[in-house]
């Protein structure tokens, strides 16, 4: 309803994007809201007084935004992603508000200072590694292009751990990001909505003696959404980001209290609440664990019934959905949105199953990230049946109807349909989420052209025989704004002074830059800033590590999630070779190298632990070396994450991007580097490939086996090893 006429004539003073309109919103949050003086406020305090006013800023853009969105009807775009690993906001927001000097001037006024008051904020870990990232990065793309975009996942109370280092060893400790105030969340009860779990399925007739199906005797959790405003880049848009949080449903919890059960209520509230408690830290490892599956379940059952609500409030007809919403699935964890919708469309809406599955297929898109088969999502049939009794009856139905379909196709190919199938047979059966979300969705993409094309040829061959027209490749990508305009505003400065700014919005622009890079002053200007950028992570290393590093060396930097495919192993055993050159010629020994290590592993990979022991027992015997003094230097720095990646991108010289061909389904810290002026030595792998195009192989270091070679070497050194088994039974039989 719209607001009755007024007259008091009412000046929205956040509009005010002033230096003096912002220092005044500072003062007044720091005042009423947080009840605080100048003398009283911690800078926690001071960041959250900044954090207010500009987010009261973002409020009014993001009123109108969804105003406009809802007005025009307009499609929107729906990305499901398990992990949104956001970093921090200030910073960003500042940026894309385009009030940075504002800002800042604002603030020395008042004696204080922007980097100070960002470096309070405490990362949005929601996320693991790349995946999570690449969902966050692309939030930041859609606002600024004007999509109509919204992210679903889950708010977690604890996401990635806080890694330390004791003795060598990464220890795990939990990450409270929402111990202080968290600034840039709105909670929303009023779209709290019911998710079930477990019970059982009834059938019943409807008035028209129709049968039917209904789910009953569940538990059921409150799903709490809390919105976060995604502004674009300087054009007045503003998406939302909206995360779920895991309630005791109350009607579920009075029983017990009217039954005087008071412990068996708080003993069920939080069992209900554990399943937005912590965010699992394994980077590409499915564990086939129920409180997974309760998690994938319960924030893709809230965004499809959130998604059906934004409709309905629209459009009349559910058969029009594909024409105003598509739903991208981050990998297969939000894979049962597919089954959800169909459960909703026949169950709920009374739809046939054809008109469902109809709708339901041209609403869906799948990006798979991985070939690696430890992280092929697959649910056993007994664990699946008991906490979604109904998901199961429709997932067995959409296999029976695919599968009628495929044996047409392929009449009398019995295997094909095993391979096929959405279930895989065995002791216990097996739910595969990627069949799930082939058969559901009218798009599946891969991350990089290899991996787009691995896909085709290896895993999903059968199903791209079948219906090789819903794959294809969308290589993936970062965002400038937080990698290189908010990362590193030195090169910025430089790259916007000699080209202008059009590659903050269009990164095609940065080709302009060919142009001068044989020109001596910006060659100049070029190391200066690079150098600066060194001076000032080797600052931050003497800071937080107590370790003098030489600016002047080369900066040799890994930094990603320890796996054994991404091979910091080889880095290590490099590292090692170097350290030995040095010690059996130093005279000859040419190239001074700092080399930079960062990345968490995942709390139960032992093997991944060991290696981080590995790097800095090495980090121990090079950096305590007298001989070796400012030559070589090993730094594994603690605990990586979105704001130490800022930090150390934009004084790296080499990247270091040597995964197994064929194992890295694209990397997007590559891309990073790539943009920050760092050479890249790396395998043919994952977007590596496609990095060497556009900058031209002579611009790169490319070494070891391509994927295919990769293949012909495992298959040859499986010959020959069954071949000496072969031969030592044979010699074993003889004797
Ligand atoms: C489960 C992943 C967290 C939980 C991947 S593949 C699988 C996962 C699974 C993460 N993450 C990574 O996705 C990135 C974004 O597409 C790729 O760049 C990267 O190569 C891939 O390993």
Same mark, same amino acid.
């Given at each position: ?6 007259? /008091? ?66 499609? *929107? ?18 940026? =894309?508000?385009?009030?940075?000097? @504002? ?5 020395? $006024?008042?004696?204080?200072? #922007? ?12 996320? %693991? ?111 939302? &980001? ?36 912590? /965010? ?79 709708? !339901? ?12 088969? @430890?992280? &092929? ?21 959409? %296999?029976? *109807? ?10 009398? $190919? =019995?295997?094909?349909?095993? *391979?096929?199938?959405?279930? @895989? ?28 094309? #691995?896909?085709?040829?290896? +895993? ?30 030195? #090169? ?20 302009? +830059? ?14 200066? !800033? ?21 600016? @002047? ?16 192993? #080889?880095?290590? /055993? ?50 305590? $070396? ?5 030559? &070589? ?61 556009? !900058? ?40």
């Amino acid at each position: 309803m719209p607001d009755k006429k007024v007259d /008091l004539q009412w000046t929205p003073i956040h509009k005010d994007m002033t230096k003096d309109g912002i220092r005044l919103s500072f003062q007044v949050n720091r005042e009423y809201t947080l009840a605080k003086d100048q003398y009283t406020a911690t800078a926690y305090d001071n960041f959250l007084a900044l954090s207010i006013a500009l987010r009261d800023r973002l409020v009014e853009r993001w009123i109108v935004t969804q105003q406009e969105y809802h007005r025009k009807n307009k499609k *929107r775009v729906y990305y499901l992603s398990m992990e949104f690993l956001i970093g921090r906001l200030l910073g960003n927001n500042i940026i =894309n508000l385009g009030c940075e000097k @504002e800002s800042k001037d604002a603030l020395d $006024d008042l004696g204080l200072e #922007l980097d100070e008051l960002r470096e309070q904020e405490v990362d949005a870990g929601l996320g %693991n590694g790349g995946l999570g990232r690449l969902a966050a990065c692309f939030l930041d793309s859609m606002a600024t292009l004007g999509i109509p975009a919204h992210g679903y996942g889950i708010r977690y109370d604890y996401g990635i751990f806080n890694q330390k280092i004791q003795n060598g060893y990464q220890l795990e400790k939990p990450d409270e990001w929402l111990k202080l105030k968290n600034p840039w969340e709105f909670a929303r009860p009023e779209y709290a909505l019911a998710v079930h779990f477990y019970g059982r399925t009834q059938n019943y007739q409807d008035r028209n003696g129709k049968p039917c199906i209904a789910w009953v005797d569940t538990q059921n959790i409150l799903a709490m959404p809390y919105d976060i405003p995604i502004p674009g880049y300087c054009n007045d848009i503003v998406n939302t &980001l909206r995360l779920w949080s895991a309630r005791s449903s109350e009607e579920f919890d009075f029983e017990y209290f009217n039954d005087g059960d008071y412990e068996k209520a708080v003993y069920q509230k939080m069992f209900s609440e554990n399943i937005s408690k912590v /965010l699992y830290p394994n980077d590409g490892v499915s564990q086939g664990r129920e409180l997974r599956l309760k998690q994938e379940y319960f924030f893709t059952a809230a965004a499809i019934a959130d998604i059906i609500r934004r409709f309905k409030a629209e459009n009349t007809n559910l058969t029009d959905l594909p024409k105003k919403a598509v739903i991208q699935l981050n990998d297969t964890h939000p894979a049962l949105a597919i089954v959800e919708l169909m459960r909703i469309l026949v169950d709920m809406e009374q739809l046939e199953w054809e008109a469902a599955w109809n709708i !339901v297929t041209k609403t869906f898109a799948y990006t798979n990230h991985t070939l690696m088969p @430890e992280a &092929l999502e697959c649910w056993t049939v007994p664990l699946f049946e008991k906490v979604l009794p109904r998901h199961l009856q429709i997932v067995y139905e959409i %296999n029976f *109807r695919f599968l009628k379909e495929v044996a047409n196709y392929f009449p009398g $190919d =019995n295997e094909r349909l095993s *391979r096929m199938s959405l279930i @895989e047979e065995g002791n216990p059966k097996r739910i595969r989420m990627a069949h799930l979300c082939i058969v559901g969705s009218f798009s599946i993409n891969g991350v990089s052209v290899l991996h787009s094309n #691995l896909l085709k040829i290896n +895993l999903f061959k059968d199903f791209y025989e079948y219906e090789p027209g819903k794959f294809n490749n969308k290589t993936n990508g970062i965002t400038q704004r937080r990698w290189l305009l908010k990362a590193n505003t030195r #090169l910025s400065k430089l790259v916007s002074d000699t080209i202008g700014n059009e590659w903050i919005k269009n990164l095609d622009y940065l080709e302009k +830059l060919t142009a001068y890079a044989k020109k001596s002053d910006f060659v100049k200007q070029w190391q200066d !800033v690079k150098m600066q950028n060194k001076m000032f992570l080797a600052n931050y290393i003497e800071k937080t590590m107590q370790i003098v590093v030489n600016p @002047e060396s080369l900066f040799d930097v890994q930094i990603k999630r320890i796996h054994e495919y991404k091979r910091q192993l #080889l880095f290590s /055993l490099f590292i090692i070779a170097e350290y030995l050159k040095l010690k059996h010629d130093p005279q000859k020994f040419q190239i001074q190298r700092t080399f930079i290590l960062a990345g968490k592993a995942a709390p139960g990979y032992f093997i991944a632990k060991l290696i981080i022991k590995f790097i800095n027992s090495i980090a121990d015997v090079i950096n305590h $070396d007298k001989g070796v003094k400012d030559r &070589l230097k090993v730094i594994f720095m603690e605990n990586y994450r979105v704001s130490l990646a800022e930090k150390i991108f934009p004084a790296s010289e080499l990247s270091e991007q040597i995964s197994t061909a064929g194992t890295e389904a694209s990397g997007t810290g590559n891309m990073k580097f790539m943009l920050n002026g760092a050479l890249t030595i790396g395998t043919l792998d994952g977007a590596n490939i496609e990095i060497a195009e556009a !900058v031209g192989n002579e611009n790169m270091f490319i070494f070891g086996l391509r994927t295919e070679e990769v293949e012909a070497k495992k298959n040859r050194d499986i010959l020959r090893k069954n071949t000496s088994i072969i031969i030592q039974s044979y010699a074993k039989f003889s004797i």
